[in-house]
């Protein structure tokens, strides 16, 4: 059976253009004029984008004495719901875990998804055994994205002696380094003197990461790519100092990419202020929200091109987990939600306000990572042969976010109370449609595994300059000899 968006303008990283699009089996098959099909969606006054790619999902994960509690199928009901049609989720080994046993935890979740999805694999322990898998994710699991955290200490972080040495492997291997840039030695030791001191209270938590803990550790994991000539992805860069760095790094030629969150885009730190201790904690996350500042920073980055994605670092917990930091703000699970949301968001702050064309919307929620990710262009493009990912965009539908009409299956949303206007009229995930106008009609494990390949992707501005310098003994006569 065949679908045609009819009557809508296709709007693509590129550009706008009124055509309908016709879908068979799954993939768009004819973009042109007046096409037919079995069944018609009324796109009259909508925009027709490829469907949102949310690359930072944590979904079900063990983290800080619990589990994040959106699951494959929640979460990827809340994406479909706001118009996103891929999640890339983490798979975190245990201490001591390889990478493939991690990988067949995820690989049993993510039965459920409703959309498709695919992994990135953490590094969070380094050995021989983790030298050997990497090569075996990256040759036989299509996963090319490797991500390590520089904070969370004692638990997750790896120290610079394992960033080196991963990113090394990752660059003889055509595979993309992903880093949670933040100072993780800093922030236990500023956690322990707030905490000596008494502050314990969820504003701590913001206390004891500054913006100079996460620009201090990009700059450093910046550099050690450049050393080990590997391409970087920054995830949720959230400060001046952090986009500085990527800045520079891109302006001296590194492959360096930087991802905004639509929640350090849209809320601030005053949230973490609150007199309720209960709407504080919801809002902690790593790194924590920040100033307008920052917040400026970051939209410019966006449209400047100095960033390029924005996503959510969906780690959703309930009031009852927050509360688990009662006392000690170090407790408090880190993470909030907004899989439903970035994409109303950000085109209601972004769109909406003139900060970001139509084109530069598509561009960093979708068609910039399956780029980077190598999806595209079966993800992140109207073309015929893509992917049905489609989202049919009203922009005149409103709506009031709300904990009582979400998806997503914990009790608040730090949206709360936000007015949207910019909403999907229909998503379509391989050509199903899995919402429209707001009923949802997900199909449980419906979504599909995207394998990607390593896609060439290096980080070798200064080859050249490295040739000419490379360590060698210089020949000398006349060496004085010792000990005179
Ligand atoms: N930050 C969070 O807030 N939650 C999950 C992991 C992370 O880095
Ligand atoms: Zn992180
Ligand atoms: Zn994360
Ligand atoms: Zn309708």
New binding site residues.
Partial sequence: MSTVIKNGTVVTADLSYKADVLVEDGVITEIGMDLKGDKVLDATGCFVMPGGIDP?T?LEMPFMGTYSSDDFESGTRAALAGGTTMVVD?ALPNPGEGLLDALKRWDNKSTRANCDYSFHMAVTWWGEQVFDDIKTVIETRGINTFKHFMAYKGALMVNDDELFASFKRLAELGGIAMV?AENGDVVAELSAKLLAEGNTGPEAHAYSRPPQVEGEATNRAIMIADMAGVPLYV??TSCEEAHEAIRRAKMNGKRVWGEPLIQHLTLDESEYFHQDWDHAARRVMSPPFRNKQHQDSLWNGLHSGTLSVVAT?H?AFTTDQKRFGVGDFTKIPN?TGGLEDRMPMLWTHGVNTGRLTMNEFVAVTSTNIAKILNCYPKKGAILVGADADIVVWDPEKTKTISADTQQSSIDYNVFEGKEVKGLPRFTLTRGQVAVHDGEIRTQEGHGEFVAREPNGHVNKALSTWKELTAPRPVERTGIPATGV
Avoid: A, I, M, Q
């Fill in positions: 930072h944590h983490f949670h995830v949720h670092d780690c993470g």
